[in-house]
């Protein structure tokens, strides 16, 4: 009896240290598995806080890169406004001018058509009076507005007279060529060639003014003015 009694006990202590054995196990793998899952739990964490790091990285290179386009933009928009503001004055000024040339041209086909019709009356009367610079002024409108008619071929050669007149040889010495030049079969060529020598004269080249004296010699001999330069070479000489 006491041996089947104690043969129970002992078997009852060996199960319960087996069951106790076997939960001892389990509880240890599941906690190594649990501490592996912490672990994996852990480093994807890790991974994911270097994750949100980068991407923070990256908003704030993105927000920096924006900054400097926005700054760019601006940059460009500043300056179209001020080439449009200086494009607009320029436009601006070239419009006045224009409107300035016209007025200036009407005032001057005004002034050409209404002065001709008395133009060369007072131009002779300015030469006559010694207003040599008012004469001048009035026979340059002439030649310019009607330059083909014969107010105008005489204007050119009054104009001529009027700077011999007010000792501005080289003025009338080009006047007298303009004639000669545009009036060549004129009877006033032989007075505009002796004007032309005495002009040179005038301006001391005399050997120049010998030249036009002996052309009027050659081309007009019976001309009073070519019996003036035989003399005027005389004393030239």
Do not use: H, W
């Not at 933009?73 to 200086?86: H, T, W």
């Not at 040339?101 to 209404?114: D, I, R, W």
């Amino acid at each position: 009896m006491n041996y089947i009694k104690n043969s129970l006990v002992f078997f009852l202590v060996v199960g319960l240290g087996s069951i106790i054995s076997c939960r001892t196990k389990s509880e240890i793998r599941r906690e190594q598995e649990f501490e592996k899952l912490k672990q994996e739990v852990t480093m994807n964490r890790g991974d994911r806080a270097d994750v949100d790091s980068s991407v923070d990285d990256v908003k704030v290179e993105i927000a920096k890169i924006g900054n400097i386009i926005e700054e760019e933009a601006q940059g460009r928009r500043k300056e179209s406004e001020e080439l449009r503001k200086e494009l607009t004055a320029l436009a601006t000024r070239m419009q006045a001018l224009e409107q300035r040339a016209v007025g200036e041209e009407l005032n001057q086909k005004q002034l050409l058509q209404e002065k001709p019709k008395m133009s060369l009356e007072s131009g002779r009367r300015f030469y006559d009076d010694g207003k040599y610079d008012d004469a001048i002024d009035t026979f340059k409108t002439i030649v310019k507005s009607t330059p083909n008619t014969e107010d105008g071929k005489r204007a050119q050669f009054l104009l001529g007279e009027s700077y011999f007149s007010s000792k501005d040889y080289a003025s009338s010495a080009l006047e007298f060529s303009e004639f000669r030049k545009r009036f060549p079969k004129d009877a006033l060529i032989p007075n505009a060639i002796y004007r032309q020598a005495a002009s040179f004269k005038g301006m001391g080249k005399s050997k120049e003014a010998k030249l036009f004296f002996q052309d009027l010699i050659e081309r007009f001999p019976r001309s009073p003015f070519a019996s003036k330069a035989k003399v005027d070479m005389k004393k030239a000489n």
